[in-house]
Every structure is written in structure tokens, then in C-alpha cells.
């Protein structure tokens, strides 16, 4: 995950530099409260927040799912389950790509004017 990141942070400040935000997708795998897995694909810009979900994961009952919720453009919120690791690993690719859009704007030869 850590190499795949890299790569796409690699990508965004080298060769992509028009890369825009919604363009950019999170990948993660999901675990349901039933123990189904799969996994799922957003778009970065639209997770909302990562919250507590009402039940633990049926391979560690110690553990609580958490709730990813993702903004679907009509003003509500798609919830996707996982497990407390899969979100850091959401967390942490969430500010890797904060650091690359940092990067590419302090490199950025742009003249922000203001009123």
C-alpha cells in the first residue's frame, strides 16, 4: 500500500501536475458487520469523515468496525464498513496525497493575486 502511494505521489508532483483533486481515488477493502469482504473505490475529495459503526468485526469480536462516509453528490452520505486497520491505512493515504498537493503548490510558478 506504502509502494502504491508512493508511486501515485510520484506520479502526481513529476508528471501529472494538472492532476486534478476529484481525479484522485482512495482503494480500500471493506469488511460488513455480516463478514462479507470486498473492496471499494472513491474519489478522494469526497470522504466526509471516518466515525465508529455500530458493530465489531466478525473475525476479531474484540475489535469495532469503522464507518467510512462519503459524500455522494446529492447531499447524502454512502457508509462502507472496515476494519480499524484498513481505516489508518485510508488516514494515512489521505495525508500523503495532502502532502503532495502541499508540494506541488510550493513548487507551483503560480502569482496568487489578491484583493
Known amino acids: 500500500m506504502k509502494i502504491f502511494v508512493g508511486f501515485i505521489t510520484l506520479l502526481f508532483c513529476c508528471f501529472v501536475p494538472h492532476l486534478a483533486a476529484e481525479e484522485y481515488q ?7 458487520c455480516s463478514g462479507q469482504t470486498g473492496f471499494a473505490t472513491v474519489k478522494i475529495n469526497t470522504i466526509y469523515r471516518i466515525e465508529s459503526a455500530d458493530c465489531a468485526s466478525p473475525h476479531n469480536p474484540k475489535e469495532k468496525l469503522k464507518k467510512l462516509l462519503v459524500n455522494d453528490g446529492s447531499g447524502s452520505y454512502i457508509a462502507y464498513t472496515l476494519t480499524q486497520n484498513e481505516a489508518q491505512k485510508v488516514i494515512a493515504d489521505m495525508r500523503e496525497y495532502m502532502k503532495a498537493r502541499l508540494k506541488l503548490m510550493e513548487r507551483s510558478n503560480a502569482i496568487i493575486i489578491g484583493k
Do not use: R
Open 26 to 32: 482512495v482503494i480500500f477493502e471493506t469488511t460488513e
